[in-house]
């Protein structure tokens, strides 16, 4: 197994760092094959790999440093590949690898599937409509403002209990969020998640974002933001597609 991973590792690195990269349509060393038996060896017996490290003690002194992402890259779409057949859905593939920094296939296929379970529960079903509700917001308030609201908001500004508990709720979930994520307990972090529900809907039927003040809209605009930026930290969920 050990010789197998490590002669195709050796084999897309010596083709990738000399522009012999697959196409649309030609293939000619069998890539996209290689890279599949990469995966399968790695997905199929567990191994904790860190893909980067393996890519850059690999490449020749002269290739380019970026060669270990495009490595990544050409991977991930191979993996997309590879579990179309399990059931497992591309777009959230490409949403917890959207975050960078993710070369352990193990991890980001567990991240993957627990984000997939937490989706098709009701409570992950109303979190992505609020998501994309904060996010329609915000663009349309930054287009029109035409200034980025960053996610922190004034508590002093705050006036409405939503608000406030919204506020806490978010930075709770934040540090909580993390933890789990460095203790790869991902199951953990979509209760997380879904704890955020009931608070982020309270605070859209409660609270008029558009506010007349433009010192306490901005704040909610800022708070607004906290919703994706907290998200954020699990998954791009701009990238998931989907009702």
């Known amino acids: ?6 002669d195709t590792l050796d084999t897309l690195v010596g083709f990738f760092s000399i522009g012999e990269k697959p196409t649309v349509s030609k293939d000619p060393f069998a890539l996209r ?5 990469v995966i399968r060896l790695i997905v199929e017996n567990g191994l904790r790999l860190g893909l980067r490290e ?9 290739a380019d440093n970026a ?3 495009e490595l990544m890259e050409f ?10 057949e399990r059931g497992v859905r591309h777009d959230l593939i490409a949403a917890v690898f959207a975050l960078g920094g993710e070369d352990d296939l193990v991890r980001l296929l567990a991240r993957v599937e627990a984000l997939q379970r937490f989706l098709g529960s009701e409570d992950g079903a109303n979190l992505l409509v609020a998501f994309r509700r904060a996010a329609n917001i915000l663009k349309i308030e930054e287009q029109r403002d035409a200034r980025r609201y960053e ?6 500004l705050f006036r ?12 709770e979930a934040e540090d909580a969020i993390e933890a789990a994520l460095a203790g790869e307990r991902f199951e953990e972090v979509m209760r997380l998640l879904a704890r955020l529900r009931p608070v982020v809907d309270a605070f859209f039927d409660k609270v008029t974002v558009n506010a007349p003040e433009p010192e306490l809209r901005a704040n909610r605009l800022r708070l607004l933001a906290a919703i994706p930026a907290t998200l954020g930290r699990v998954a791009d969920f701009s990238r998931i597609e989907g009702p």
């Open 151 to 156: 996610p922190q908001p004034d508590p002093d």
């Open 160 to 171: 409405a209990a939503e608000e406030r508990k919204l506020h806490a709720t978010l930075a």
């Open 33 to 37: 094959r290689a890279a599949l038996g």
């Open 75 to 84: 991977l991930t779409d191979r993996l997309k590949v590879h579990l179309r």
């Open 67 to 69: 060669l270990g992402g």
């Open 54 to 62: 393996y890519f850059n003690k690999a490449k020749p002194a002269t």
């Open 1 to 6: 197994m050990a010789v197998a991973l490590a």
